[in-house]
């Protein structure tokens, strides 16, 4: 399984931004997975950002983007999305989207759960 992250780049504070990550591979051909994103800040570890079910019915969020994040999924392209808005200069960090198989309806929102990581797209806010 690959993951690709893309869409990552420089914008003002207050700005949006969508990053995409696109999962390809045979492993999960015809299988459900759990997707989410997490973020790595310079001198900070890994956090988590924002997670979704394989219908797409249930979703989390890290406190601190609640309101202004959406994650989104496009199963049938194998693509996945976080729409960032109102972005601050505290959001700047190197995205990371993750993958794992999963049943219906779960969450996963911790990084140890994910088996598959693409390679990360760096987003940048200015002030």
């Known amino acids: 399984v690959q993951l690709q992250a893309s869409g990552g780049g420089l914008v003002q504070a207050g700005g949006s931004l969508r990053i995409s990550c696109t999962v390809s591979?045979?492993?999960?051909?015809?299988?459900?997975?759990?997707v989410g994103w997490f973020r790595q800040a310079p001198g900070k570890e890994r956090g988590f950002v924002a997670a979704?079910?394989?219908?797409?019915?249930?979703?989390s969020y890290v406190d601190s983007v609640k309101g202004r994040f959406t994650i989104s999924r496009d199963n049938a392209a194998n693509i996945f999305y976080l729409q960032m808005n109102s972005l601050k200069p505290e959001d700047t960090a190197v995205y990371y989207c993750?993958?794992?198989?999963?049943?219906?309806?779960?969450?996963?929102?911790?990084?140890?759960?994910?088996?598959?990581w693409g390679q990360g797209t760096q987003v940048t806010v200015s002030s």
């Open positions: 591979g045979r492993t999960f051909r015809n299988s459900m997975y759990a």
């Open positions: 979704i079910s394989w219908g797409g019915t249930k979703t």
């Open positions: 993750a993958a794992r198989s999963s049943v219906s309806g779960v969450v996963i929102t911790t990084a140890t759960e994910y088996t598959y």
